[in-house]
């Protein structure tokens, strides 16, 4: 696009206020996580009190296990299903309507509607609810990006790389394990990374499929409990952790698919 | 090592059909044992499915493909023993030059200590040593397309098949390649399959061609027989830079715009229209005489020679004359007279 | 280039199925449910109605839709509004710098929904930092409720969904051939008209993936009314919520659910019927230039 000097400065100030406006928010929080008081209306000193309350919490250290084992499982489901699909829509003779379509959904589907529907097919079924409910419904909509990453990566993908390894001698068997697979793994794991992050974070269909009681609770139904009692500290601090989780995360799954942004 | 008559691949009415266009229609070759043969034809003639075919990544329709006598048709690619050259280079990102070249002798199951010395041999033969342990994406284009062949030459295979193997490369790099793609065949003493859309290309390296249309043969056998005597118009045009002139057969004889021109007319219908070929550089030029007159409308210099553009009395474009360039006896607006040798003229009546 | 893997379908087959019955099946379910009656005891009985259909358009409900639609509405038109020059400062800046100031751009949609919008009620709430700004500033009246009403809550929306309405229109604005803005300088045109007869035009099928993606994902919002409404007001998925959670009248709740499908359905439809207008258009000018 068109560059010059006198386009420079407008664009600075709009790129200035707009990541004021994205982070601004972000770093209060983080800030207020730091503060001894906790309040957000005085600054009395930088201290780690909140953040050694949490390790004391019981209830948030069961919610955080619960996190990571559902975002484990979720994830690693998720990133073979994907994968797996990924592969076959690329290689598919004729594109499907039908198909993306499916696949595309669980991206834009209202999470409210998806999390009635799985509790009404669930409640049907007379399942017992808990951790493995939230994996699966959390499956759903992981396998989509993980799709969706593996995918961009296929639209680079040199496919005579394999067509030379049969060529060479090698079986389809050997030519996945030797070639395709190591070559699309940066981006089968950056699919991953963000699969793991929206696990962790989501919050509606793990409300709706956890089942009753506290037992298969997780972090963000954890949050969401404390904001309704208004601001506290810990929720500040936790807060902080679970976005820089995140965003570790993002920046690892971003630098794995580094070679097909450049692309 | 000169080509012997015997053919090691034989390719026997092969029919290749995706849903309702055929791009390989009927397609019959003998290809000799250490010959360089060339598939030449423009894009979309059913060359490359052709390639695909005999190396295991199509299924022919029908028809058979010989190796050696022994039909391989029904093999997967990974059994036949013959390989690929990829137009792309198809060089496997994550592996070094090195592992490049080893990963198909690990695939036939050969020692370590086996593969490591045929490896490093191989990347003497083709000078690069230096290079064994970068990675395909620091190496240029042309280091790329050594990398290539040799992965695919270390296999020694029966039949080396070469899909378009310089047409990423500049054209001087491409000029040299060329010539050493010649020795490297003389060298390993294997037959080459290259399919090409340059007739340049096709001409300087091959021993023997096929020119392919619309999935069919049109002409195949050496590159001097074909350019002296292209089988029918299009291979005529195809091939290097030839003068049309239409008219028609009367009386035996060819006439256009009025005029007679000396040529063999035998085997073509009389009164019927007819096309004459002559090459730019089978037409005589002299400032003065009985041959067909004309007037030079335009001039482009080639270095080695000079182009004159002529216009006469028998055909609405003007002809392309060749005269060497030290001679700078013509210029713009002149008149001259044409001469046309009869055993150059050819008669198409397709 | 002919590719193909060996059994492409046996491949795409375990996702299929995943998403067939865990998504498809339970979505169909709800269309079900939606024809039934309300078991006594909570529950359905299989009683075959349309009355929950006929509740949708209940004007109290009909209400709920309508300020759904304008709140989804004007945090759209306000995305909009801020992300298309944020996205063309973007594509101004020096290229190496372009995939990083996007990355940043967008890294805070992949990060915790709800703790984003919790930010908010740090920000605007009586004691929080707005107020308190404002208090230094001089200002000596009754704190400002901010938080708690539509602006709140349109602000969450704008705050939450501006990174993708961003990425949607960087990626229609990258891909402008800068020729054609120069030919149309070149044919006369200032920049305002270059900018409204081809920047605009050509760059519409971004504007509209993103502002369908923003509305469809606000008007069905749960999370940011139930946090920064709180409860004040209603909008569509917290009626939904009520209906399964604390009504226990599952069979209105899936009339809603599936009257927010079918808002969804109708958007990406007509979305993609603007991509493919436009699309031929780009291509053209693509052509042309």
């Given at each position: 696009m068109?560059?010059?000097?006198?386009?420079?400065?407008?664009?600075?100030?709009?790129?200035?206020?707009?990541?004021?406006?994205?982070?601004?928010?972000?770093?209060?929080?983080?800030?207020?996580?730091?503060?001894?008081?906790?309040?957000?209306?005085?600054?009395?000193?930088?201290?780690?009190r909140w953040y050694r309350s949490l390790m004391g919490n019981q209830d948030i250290l069961h919610a955080a296990w619960n996190t990571l084992v559902v975002a484990l499982f979720a994830t690693l489901i998720a990133t073979v299903l994907g994968t797996l699909l990924a592969l076959g829509m690329e290689t598919r003779a004729r594109r499907s309507n039908g198909l993306e379509a499916l696949v595309f959904s669980p991206m834009v589907i209202p999470d409210i509607v998806l999390a009635v529907a799985l509790l009404t097919f669930l409640s049907r079924l007379n399942a017992t609810m808990g951790l493995h409910t939230i994996i699966l419904s959390h499956v759903i909509f992981d396998l989509a990006f993980v799709c969706s990453v593996v995918r961009a990566r296929l639209k680079t993908f040199d496919f005579s790389i394999v067509e030379a390894s049969r060529d060479l001698g090698a079986s389809p068997f050997q030519t996945f394990w030797r070639i395709t697979f190591p070559v699309l793994l940066p981006a089968i794991v950056a699919g991953a990374l963000l699969a793991f992050t929206l696990s962790v974070d989501e919050f509606i269909i793990a409300f709706f499929t956890a089942g009753a009681g506290r037992s298969s609770i997780t972090l963000p139904m954890q949050i969401y409990s404390m904001i309704r009692f208004g601001i506290t500290p810990e929720i500040n601090a936790l807060a902080t952790i679970v976005m820089a989780v995140s965003a570790g995360a993002l920046v690892l799954s971003q630098w794995l698919n580094r070679e097909n942004r450049s692309q | 090592?000169?080509?012997?008559?015997?053919?090691?691949?034989?390719?026997?009415?092969?029919?290749?059909?995706?849903?309702?266009?055929?791009?390989?229609?009927?397609?019959?070759?003998?290809?000799?044992?250490?010959?360089?043969?060339?598939?030449?034809?423009?894009?979309?003639?059913?060359?490359?499915?052709?390639?695909?075919?005999?190396?295991?990544?199509?299924?022919?329709?029908?028809?058979?493909?010989?190796?050696?006598?022994?039909?391989?048709?029904?093999?997967?690619?990974?059994?036949?023993?013959?390989?690929?050259?990829?137009?792309?280079?198809?060089?496997?990102?994550?592996?070094?030059?090195?592992?490049?070249?080893?990963?198909?002798?690990?695939?036939?199951?050969?020692?370590?200590?086996?593969?490591?010395?045929?490896?490093?041999?191989?990347?003497?033969?083709?000078?690069?040593?230096?290079?064994?342990?970068?990675?395909?994406?620091?190496?240029?284009?042309?280091?790329?397309?050594?990398?290539?062949?040799?992965?695919?030459?270390?296999?020694?295979?029966?039949?080396?098949?070469?899909?378009?193997?310089?047409?990423?490369?500049?054209?001087?790099?491409?000029?040299?390649?060329?010539?050493?793609?010649?020795?490297?065949?003389?060298?390993?003493?294997?037959?080459?399959?290259?399919?090409?859309?340059?007739?340049?290309?096709?001409?300087?390296?091959?021993?023997?061609?096929?020119?392919?249309?619309?999935?069919?043969?049109?002409?195949?056998?050496?590159?001097?027989?074909?350019?002296?005597?292209?089988?029918?118009?299009?291979?005529?045009?195809?091939?290097?830079?030839?003068?049309?002139?239409?008219?028609s057969i009367e009386g035996g004889v060819f006439r256009a715009g009025g005029q007679a021109i000396e040529a063999d007319t035998s085997g073509l219908a009389t009164g019927r229209p007819a096309t004459l070929a002559i090459r730019p550089e089978n037409i005589a030029v002299h400032s003065a005489g009985n041959g067909f007159a004309g007037e030079v409308v335009d001039i482009a210099y080639h270095g080695l020679d000079r182009q004159l553009y002529v216009r006469t009395g028998l055909c609405d474009t003007p002809l392309q004359v060749r005269v060497p360039a030290s001679n700078g006896a013509f210029a713009v607006g002149a008149t001259v007279s044409l001469g046309f040798a009869p055993a150059h003229c050819r008669l198409f009546q397709d | 280039m002919t590719h193909r893997a060996s059994h492409p379908n046996l491949l795409v087959l375990p996702a299929v199925a995943w998403l067939v019955v865990f998504m498809l099946i339970p979505c169909l379910m709800v269309l079900f449910y939606a024809f039934l009656t309300r078991g006594i005891y909570g529950g359905v009985d299989y009683i075959f109605t349309f009355e929950n259909l006929a509740r949708v358009f209940d004007p109290l409900y009909a209400k709920i839709f309508l300020t759904s639609a304008r709140i989804a509405g004007l945090a759209t038109l306000l995305a909009i509004l801020i992300a298309y020059p944020a996205a063309y400062a973007i594509c101004l800046a020096p290229k190496k710098w372009q995939p990083v100031l996007l990355f940043f751009a967008v890294l805070p949609f992949w990060s915790n929904y709800l703790i984003r919008t919790y930010a908010w009620i740090v920000l605007l709430n009586r004691e929080g930092l707005v107020n308190n700004l404002l208090k230094s500033l001089g200002y000596t009246g009754e704190p400002l409720s901010l938080l708690y009403s539509e602006g709140a809550v349109i602000t969450g929306l704008v705050y939450n969904y501006l990174p993708f309405v961003i990425l949607a229109i960087y990626s229609s604005l990258s891909r402008l051939n800068p020729e054609l803005l120069e030919a149309s300088r070149d044919l006369g045109a200032n920049a305002l008209t270059t900018f409204w007869r081809v920047t605009l035009r050509l760059t519409m099928p971004g504007i509209a993936a993103g502002g369908v993606f923003i509305f469809v994902l606000s008007i069905g919002n749960f999370v940011t009314p139930a946090v920064l409404g709180g409860g004040r007001f209603q909008m569509i998925g917290n009626v939904v919520y009520d209906q399964f959670l604390t009504a226990n009248d599952w069979p209105f709740g899936a009339a809603l659910g599936m009257a927010l499908i079918v808002i969804m359905i109708v958007l990406l439809l007509l979305q993609a019927r603007l991509t493919a207008h436009f699309a031929g258009e780009r291509r053209e000018a693509n052509d042309g230039a």
């Amino acid at each position: 696009m068109e560059r010059d000097v006198k386009t420079r400065w407008p664009g600075r100030l709009i790129l200035l206020a707009l990541f004021s406006f994205l982070y601004l928010p972000i770093a209060v929080l983080v800030l207020l996580s730091f503060n001894d008081s906790g309040l957000p209306t005085s600054w009395s000193g930088f201290s780690t009190r909140w953040y050694r309350s949490l390790m004391g919490n019981q209830d948030i250290l069961h919610a955080a296990w619960n996190t990571l084992v559902v975002a484990l499982f979720a994830t690693l489901i998720a990133t073979v299903l994907g994968t797996l699909l990924a592969l076959g829509m690329e290689t598919r003779a004729r594109r499907s309507n039908g198909l993306e379509a499916l696949v595309f959904s669980p991206m834009v589907i209202p999470d409210i509607v998806l999390a009635v529907a799985l509790l009404t097919f669930l409640s049907r079924l007379n399942a017992t609810m808990g951790l493995h409910t939230i994996i699966l419904s959390h499956v759903i909509f992981d396998l989509a990006f993980v799709c969706s990453v593996v995918r961009a990566r296929l639209k680079t993908f040199d496919f005579s790389i394999v067509e030379a390894s049969r060529d060479l001698g090698a079986s389809p068997f050997q030519t996945f394990w030797r070639i395709t697979f190591p070559v699309l793994l940066p981006a089968i794991v950056a699919g991953a990374l963000l699969a793991f992050t929206l696990s962790v974070d989501e919050f509606i269909i793990a409300f709706f499929t956890a089942g009753a009681g506290r037992s298969s609770i997780t972090l963000p139904m954890q949050i969401y409990s404390m904001i309704r009692f208004g601001i506290t500290p810990e929720i500040n601090a936790l807060a902080t952790i679970v976005m820089a989780v995140s965003a570790g995360a993002l920046v690892l799954s971003q630098w794995l698919n580094r070679e097909n942004r450049s692309q | 090592m000169t080509p012997s008559p015997r053919p090691i691949l034989s390719i026997d009415g092969a029919v290749k059909r995706f849903g309702k266009t055929v791009a390989v229609d009927g397609i019959s070759l003998d290809i000799r044992e250490n010959e360089f043969f060339a598939l030449l034809g423009p894009s979309g003639c059913g060359k490359t499915t052709l390639l695909r075919m005999i190396a295991g990544f199509e299924t022919p329709s029908a028809g058979r493909i010989l190796l050696d006598g022994a039909d391989i048709s029904p093999l997967p690619p990974e059994k036949r023993p013959l390989n690929l050259m990829f137009q792309s280079y198809a060089l496997f990102p994550h592996m070094s030059v090195r592992q490049n070249l080893g990963y198909g002798l690990e695939m036939e199951g050969l020692p370590k200590a086996e593969i490591a010395r045929r490896v490093d041999a191989m990347l003497a033969t083709t000078d690069l040593s230096a290079l064994a342990d970068r990675k395909p994406d620091q190496l240029s284009g042309g280091q790329k397309q050594r990398v290539a062949l040799a992965r695919a030459l270390i296999k020694r295979p029966k039949v080396l098949l070469l899909d378009e193997p310089l047409g990423a490369l500049d054209k001087k790099l491409r000029e040299k390649m060329q010539l050493e793609l010649k020795r490297l065949q003389h060298e390993v003493g294997t037959t080459f399959i290259i399919v090409t859309h340059d007739q340049e290309e096709a001409l300087v390296m091959a021993d023997r061609l096929a020119i392919l249309k619309d999935g069919k043969v049109l002409q195949c056998g050496g590159p001097e027989e074909i350019y002296e005597r292209p089988a029918n118009r299009f291979v005529a045009n195809f091939i290097g830079v030839m003068n049309f002139i239409e008219g028609s057969i009367e009386g035996g004889v060819f006439r256009a715009g009025g005029q007679a021109i000396e040529a063999d007319t035998s085997g073509l219908a009389t009164g019927r229209p007819a096309t004459l070929a002559i090459r730019p550089e089978n037409i005589a030029v002299h400032s003065a005489g009985n041959g067909f007159a004309g007037e030079v409308v335009d001039i482009a210099y080639h270095g080695l020679d000079r182009q004159l553009y002529v216009r006469t009395g028998l055909c609405d474009t003007p002809l392309q004359v060749r005269v060497p360039a030290s001679n700078g006896a013509f210029a713009v607006g002149a008149t001259v007279s044409l001469g046309f040798a009869p055993a150059h003229c050819r008669l198409f009546q397709d | 280039m002919t590719h193909r893997a060996s059994h492409p379908n046996l491949l795409v087959l375990p996702a299929v199925a995943w998403l067939v019955v865990f998504m498809l099946i339970p979505c169909l379910m709800v269309l079900f449910y939606a024809f039934l009656t309300r078991g006594i005891y909570g529950g359905v009985d299989y009683i075959f109605t349309f009355e929950n259909l006929a509740r949708v358009f209940d004007p109290l409900y009909a209400k709920i839709f309508l300020t759904s639609a304008r709140i989804a509405g004007l945090a759209t038109l306000l995305a909009i509004l801020i992300a298309y020059p944020a996205a063309y400062a973007i594509c101004l800046a020096p290229k190496k710098w372009q995939p990083v100031l996007l990355f940043f751009a967008v890294l805070p949609f992949w990060s915790n929904y709800l703790i984003r919008t919790y930010a908010w009620i740090v920000l605007l709430n009586r004691e929080g930092l707005v107020n308190n700004l404002l208090k230094s500033l001089g200002y000596t009246g009754e704190p400002l409720s901010l938080l708690y009403s539509e602006g709140a809550v349109i602000t969450g929306l704008v705050y939450n969904y501006l990174p993708f309405v961003i990425l949607a229109i960087y990626s229609s604005l990258s891909r402008l051939n800068p020729e054609l803005l120069e030919a149309s300088r070149d044919l006369g045109a200032n920049a305002l008209t270059t900018f409204w007869r081809v920047t605009l035009r050509l760059t519409m099928p971004g504007i509209a993936a993103g502002g369908v993606f923003i509305f469809v994902l606000s008007i069905g919002n749960f999370v940011t009314p139930a946090v920064l409404g709180g409860g004040r007001f209603q909008m569509i998925g917290n009626v939904v919520y009520d209906q399964f959670l604390t009504a226990n009248d599952w069979p209105f709740g899936a009339a809603l659910g599936m009257a927010l499908i079918v808002i969804m359905i109708v958007l990406l439809l007509l979305q993609a019927r603007l991509t493919a207008h436009f699309a031929g258009e780009r291509r053209e000018a693509n052509d042309g230039a």
